[in-house]
């Protein structure tokens, strides 16, 4: 067991996979001479060269459709997106090219790639770098969605992502990597399928991933204190979501609140919701309830960006307004 | 990884024999025009939906870089792209199923006329964004500087595509990388149905190519003889480590955009102007004064072809729709994403 953060545990999984396998190379804005925009990549230009270490101009569209061309020329890209607002400059290439091309091929063109980003907000960084718009990526059949929310998850889903023949995005929330903990010295592979529970409980189901996990978690310690048993699941996979561990929590707990930093209309925390009431619906006790982000560009003054985004005292009152 | 060494240079035929080799680009041109005329007539009868794009007039341009291309070199094409196709060596009867929606077509049926897909001549699409290929060309050429391949990727699209972003990112990034692309632009003077001196502050494309370092030659794409040694010279260059090259092949199509258009911006006189240099009568003049083109030559040539395009018909018509229980394959490799949650 060693004390680790959340960046270093990313490092560390990118360097074992350029280790591990020739074809992985990275590319991206800074990723090279600066060290990574968030110094996920410190380091890595001097142990591998500017060949796999590869800086790009400020141009995401062309770059990630590098990143594809190469993956169907036999490489595994990782390909680095300084945060999920910029991947708008890029929507084309992700949504109708490596979403699309297995499909449209007739199953003969597999893009073996992983896009990585940052997102979430918390850092007054104002609207233009601080929306969790990965809810939108995970609407796009062709795509695999995780949000790595832990240590060990951060350190573990890449490589199986890396695994995967088609194309992997992976949100990595800006706020969790200075977040420290403890991770295994023996790295255990990690899946890429399921849903976790990260707390067990039999009062009531939070659902949460990524940078609400410890919301989520923060809520339930809490909940406890007021003799509440709150179970956490995170979702850790977004796309295809693990239905079948969130509602079977749900239908032991009869009760369920759904954390999303996302804005709520037309959410992840939408789609959440109505499978657990397609599947679940006679296990409620209570509607599902929902706390999302506020619906407004994210604003930079400290007060109200943390008024835009879920507290812990929001799922508190929102699961005790569920009568639990 | 240090980078791997580079393979030795293939070495391409760079003086094809006049003769039969004329017969041979004449050969491929017929092949096009003619399966596109029958594509209409098809779509006439509705055995073809959706959007038709028809290069009739512009066949030199794909037929003439192929020539320069070897089997393990890649093409990127765009939604204009049944010429590129069987140039490349699709089988006429894979595409032509496909553009009936067959499950035997190149890509089952599920990409139609703007998304042609086959590894095996390695033609990437097929692509209907509009410089979308663009990165993905780069992304390959990329893949093969990598892992030390002597490889080319030849990436066609159009003029209009000169004025997207993705275009400027993708041939800064070419230079920058110094990496094996050949940029194919068909310059056809029209973007759908607005003409460039509409779309663009500047209208030599070359010029847009040059300001990358990138070398540019402008070529006659209605003159498949300069367009294949144009493209042999650049290919070769492409090939021995001279990075990104660029050729504007100045060409028209003869028909409208699409089955949709009306053809309503461009002057009649224009295109009929633009007829009189028709690629193919114009190599089949030069062809018959230098004696490669006997009297019957011809005639034996188009029937070939048309028993080649019937062929194809009939095989697209007794092909088989693809079983809507598949509607889900391959949108991922593994089972579908929506797996059943009990």
């Known amino acids: ?324 | 990884m240090t980078k791997a060494k580079a393979a030795p240079v293939p070495v391409v035929e760079t003086e094809p024999a006049a003769g039969d080799h004329g017969v041979h680009l004449l050969r491929e041109m017929l092949r096009i025009r003619r399966f596109e005329e029958r594509c209409v007539e098809l779509y006439s009868r509705t055995a073809i939906r959706g959007f038709l794009h028809l290069g009739i007039g512009e066949e030199a341009c794909a037929v003439g870089v192929m020539e320069a291309l070897l089997p393990d070199d890649a093409v990127v094409a765009t939604y204009r792209e049944h010429g590129h196709a069987l140039a490349r060596g699709l089988s006429m009867r894979a595409t032509m199923a496909e553009l009936e929606g067959k499950v035997e077509g190149c890509s089952r049926g599920r990409g139609g006329s703007m998304h042609l897909f086959d590894t095996a001549t390695r033609f990437y699409g097929g692509n209907a964004i509009v410089a979308g290929g663009l990165p993905l060309a780069v992304g390959l050429a990329l893949a093969d500087h990598l892992l030390g391949r002597r490889r080319v990727t030849a990436c066609f699209f159009g003029d209009g595509a000169v004025a997207e972003g993705e275009f400027h990112e993708s041939m800064n990034l070419a230079a920058l990388w110094h990496l094996p692309v050949l940029f194919c632009c068909e310059n056809n003077l029209y973007a759908m149905g607005t003409a460039l001196q509409f779309t663009e502050s500047e209208t030599d494309l070359s010029l847009k190519a040059s300001s990358y370092r990138i070398p540019a030659w402008e070529v006659d794409g209605m003159d498949v003889l300069a367009v294949e040694e144009t493209a042999r010279e650049a290919a070769q260059a492409v090939r021995e480590g001279g990075g990104p090259h660029f050729l504007e092949l100045r060409t028209y199509r003869f028909r409208a955009h699409s089955m949709y258009d009306p053809d309503r911006y461009r002057d009649k006189d224009e295109i009929e102007k633009w007829k009189e240099r028709d690629p193919i009568p114009a190599l089949i003049a030069r062809l018959t004064h230098d004696g490669a083109l006997a009297n019957g030559d011809l005639d034996r040539l188009e029937a070939e072809i048309a028993a080649e395009v019937d062929d194809a018909v009939a095989f697209a018509e007794a092909g088989t729709d693809e079983p809507i229980e598949d509607l889900e394959r391959f949108v991922t490799s593994g089972p579908p994403t929506q797996a059943p949650t009990s």
């Open chain 1, 1 to 324: 067991m060693s004390k680790i953060t959340y960046r270093e545990a990313v490092r560390q999984a990118i360097r074992e996979a350029m280790i591990r396998d020739d074809r992985v190379f990275v590319m991206g804005e800074d990723v090279g001479h600066y060290g990574g925009c968030y110094a996920v990549t410190l380091g890595l230009l001097e142990e591998f060269g500017s060949e796999r270490i590869r800086d790009t101009p400020l141009s995401e569209s062309g770059f990630v459709g590098a990143g594809i061309g190469a993956a169907l020329g036999g490489m595994r890209p990782i390909v680095e997106i300084m945060t999920v607002n910029f991947s708008l400059l890029a929507l084309d290439q992700i949504v109708n090219n490596a979403a699309t091309l297995l499909y449209m091929s007739g199953g003969q063109l597999n893009v073996p790639m992983v896009i990585r980003m940052a997102t979430g907000a918390g850092r007054q960084v104002a609207a233009q770098h601080s929306h969790s718009l990965e809810g939108w990526y995970a609407h796009i059949p062709g795509l695999r969605v995780l949000a790595p929310a832990t240590i060990e998850d951060a350190r573990g889903m890449l490589w199986p992502a890396l695994c995967d023949p088609d194309p992997v995005l992976i949100f990595e929330h800006g706020a969790l990597y200075n977040q420290e903990g403890d991770l295994a010295d023996e790295v255990s592979p990690v899946d890429i399928d399921k849903a976790a529970i990260r707390r067990a409980g039999s009062d009531v189901t939070i659902v949460a991933y990524g940078g609400t996990l410890r919301t989520a978690l923060a809520a339930a310690e809490q909940l406890a204190g007021d003799g509440v048993a709150a179970e956490v699941v995170d979702l850790r996979c977004l796309r295809p979501l693990d239905t079948p561990t969130f509602v079977s929590s749900v239908a032991r707990t009869h009760r369920a609140v759904v954390v999303d930093e996302g804005w709520r209309s037309g959410s992840l925390s939408a789609e959440v919701s109505a499978r657990i009431t397609e599947e679940a619906f006679y296990d409620l006790d209570a509607p599902v309830a929902r706390v999302c982000g506020a619906e407004v560009p994210m604003p930079y003054a400290k007060h109200l960006e943390d008024e835009a985004i879920p507290q812990v005292a929001d799922v508190v009152a929102a699961v005790h307004a569920l009568g639990a």
